[in-house]
């Protein structure tokens, strides 16, 4: 007859093997001023744990937010001058649990999701933890329980940061801190399809910009059984790379109209457009590349207002969606496609830099240096 040890005398799991009273970190002072400071580490607190920051990328919505501010929100305001730490595509290893957590256990290599919703409004309670209610009200006096590393609490920009256990997503040993640190950006693409309807098999996808999530877009799209696939944008050098992700047709919108090529291969259009572009033109040749009740995602941030042919959109039945960040647990699902080597996101990983020459990656990432795609950050090197 089997026996069982008393949960009384049952070793527990370790609880913390690191316990750093402080740590460095780049904090924002004005627009386009970064420090690099020693600030106290934090401490994980209910359904919390501490994350020692392996790696983390830069996303083009870091520059946005260390230069002009939004969409970040530190205490109901802009980040700036409030020792707010920028960054958010990170992944790294627990090295420290919160009170009562038992999901994960110290040692384990984790990545991220930027948002963990308030889990009392509306939205959350549906599962859009991305268009959460109460986003920017964490502070003391007006917490509502809402969190957004590196746009409204602190990032990765930091060897350390609490992360809330509904954030993280297991990494297998067999994937490097680096490619680990892309499964945001893949998760971004992966939202994408989600919200477009999920099965996208035997549908044709257009993909527009080859920056990152675009890039990442055309091969979670061909991944996901997209037939063809199509990716349209500026520079060659990043639409080879396309094609090397999956990509089955190359437009480059320099040499030819985008919208008469997708016409030309698909015959009436598009079943679906991802725009990672964000642009006027890309949203008005977008809405003209898709056929007749199909559907669009708008994947990027356009600086400011657009004009767009809204009359062509509603005369054909065409449906816009728009997406912030990779909400639905969509980095989980990009992982698993990832781990499996279903495609190879290390093709968009250009250049790595340690944490004291972050201006540097940053400069990369705005500037495009050397062909710069994707650019690392290792905090603990």
């Known amino acids: ?195 477009l309807g999920g099965l996208v098999a035997g549908e044709s996808v257009v993909v527009i910009g080859p920056g990152p999530i675009g890039l990442l877009g055309a091969a979670i799209a061909k991944t996901l059984g997209a037939n063809p696939v199509i990716l349209t944008g500026t520079r060659p050098d990043r639409l080879a790379i396309g094609a090397r992700l999956g990509a089955d047709f190359i437009i480059d919108s320099t040499a030819e109209d985008p919208v008469e090529a997708v016409m030309r291969l698909t015959g009436k259009g598009a079943d679906y457009v991802l725009d990672c572009a964000g642009t006027e033109e890309s949203v008005n040749q977008a809405i003209r590349m898709t056929n007749r009740g199909g559907r669009i995602c708008l994947a990027a941030f356009p600086h400011g207002p657009v004009k767009i042919d809204l009359a062509y959109a509603v005369q054909n039945n065409i449906y816009l969606y728009g997406i912030r960040g990779e909400g639905r647990s969509a980095t989980h699902r990009a992982l698993a496609l990832m781990a499996a080597k279903r495609f190879d996101p290390t093709l968009i990983h250009t250049h790595t830099f340690g944490l004291d020459d972050l201006p540097e990656a940053l400069r990369h990432a705005r500037d495009r240096v050397d062909g710069a795609i994707k650019v690392v950050v290792k905090p603990q090197q």
Request: proline content about 8%.
């Open 1 to 195: 007859m089997a026996t069982h040890t008393p949960l009384r005398q049952m070793a527990a799991p370790p609880r913390d093997t690191i316990t750093p009273a402080t740590m460095r970190a780049w904090v924002l002072n004005n627009p386009d001023e970064l420090e690099l400071v020693t600030k106290p580490a934090p401490r994980p607190g209910n359904a919390e744990v501490l994350v020692r920051i392996d790696a983390v990328a830069v996303c083009a919505t870091d520059l946005e937010v260390i230069s002009q501010g939004p969409p970040a929100l530190i205490n109901g305001g802009p980040p700036f001058n409030q020792a707010f730490t920028p960054g958010h595509e990170y992944m790294g290893t627990v090295v420290g649990l919160g009170p009562n957590v038992d999901e994960y256990q110290v040692g384990d290599r984790v990545t991220v999701e930027i948002h963990a919703g308030c889990g009392r409004c509306k939205r959350c309670r549906e599962g859009m933890y991305t268009a959460c209610h109460n986003y920017g009200a964490n502070y003391p006096g007006n917490d509502k329980g809402h969190r957004a590393n590196g746009f409204t609490t602190n990032g990765g920009f930091a060897q350390y940061a609490v992360n809330h256990i509904n954030t993280l997503v297991r990494v297998p040993d067999s994937m490097t801190d680096e490619e680990a640190a892309l499964v945001v950006t893949a998760g971004t693409s992966m939202y994408g399809f989600t919200e």
